[in-house]
């Protein structure tokens, strides 16, 4: 059953640490997304990637957050230094260009700093 | 800018009953539309997706449909069950040809179904 992998389930900082999550796609998958979802804000896109290229990263801040796929199993998003208003859920998504199924979501990463 | 409106953000009904989410769009250049599910404290789980050349997908007791012209979708759950209690959330995909692959999402209608 091919799922979407993503590192850690949880995590709990404190304010100022680097946080590094992780994402691994469905073998094949040629996309790969990251989404940050908020009670107030809901999904939104901060950078998604095509055969390894970032393609869009203009919802990140880019002072803090970096996203980068070393590889086409292993996508990262770190941010540096972390601060409270980032507490939220990150989603890794990946799929297909011109696909027919859409896209496929991991479980999330639960992110609060303290 | 495409935004994604979902009415209403929660929904409460008896179990048996048949319903209808509603999405709209600004934007009627998608590429195309879907429709997820998502669970406390799990991912989002891919319903149904419409190509934009299409105006209905079923799966089951599910039934989405698309106007592009006038910017809505819709989500039809037969005879609802206590199970598909969770959040709807529809979807967007940007550009005519297909060249954007970003989604862009609606915040989503919670659904209780109460037995």
């Known amino acids: 059953d091919a799922r979407v992998t993503q590192t850690p389930r949880h995590k709990v900082t404190e304010m100022g640490q680097e946080v590094t999550m992780r994402c691994q796609p469905i073998?094949?998958?040629?996309?790969v997304f990251w989404y940050r979802q908020t009670m107030m804000q809901g999904l939104e896109l901060l950078a998604y990637f095509r055969n390894r290229a970032p393609l869009d990263d203009s919802g990140m801040p880019k002072d803090r957050f970096s996203a980068e796929m070393p590889d086409a199993t292993l996508a990262t998003l770190k941010i540096q230094p972390s601060e409270p208003r980032d507490s939220a859920v990150y989603f890794c998504a990946s799929g297909l260009t011109r696909g027919a199924l859409g896209l496929f979501f991991g479980e999330g990463s639960r992110l609060t700093v303290l | 800018k495409q935004e994604v409106t979902q009415i209403p953000a929660a929904l409460s009904v008896p179990e048996g009953e048949n319903l209808v989410l509603n999405c709209s769009f600004t934007?009627?250049?998608?590429?195309?539309l879907q429709w997820f599910r998502q669970d406390p404290g799990k991912g989002l789980t891919s319903l149904l997706l419409?190509?934009?050349?299409?105006r209905e997908q079923t799966s089951g007791r599910l039934n989405a449909s698309l106007d592009k012209s006038s910017g809505r979708s819709t989500l039809y759950i037969a005879a609802s069950q206590p199970g598909d209690s969770a959040t709807y959330l529809c979807?967007?995909?940007?550009?005519?040809?297909?060249?954007?692959?970003?989604?862009?999402f609606g915040k989503g209608t919670k659904l209780t179904v109460n037995p």
């Open positions: 419409i190509q934009s050349s299409q």
């Open positions: 073998l094949g998958h040629n996309t």
């Open positions: 934007d009627s250049a998608i590429y195309n």
């Open positions: 979807a967007v995909r940007l550009g005519t040809q297909g060249g954007s692959e970003k989604l862009v």
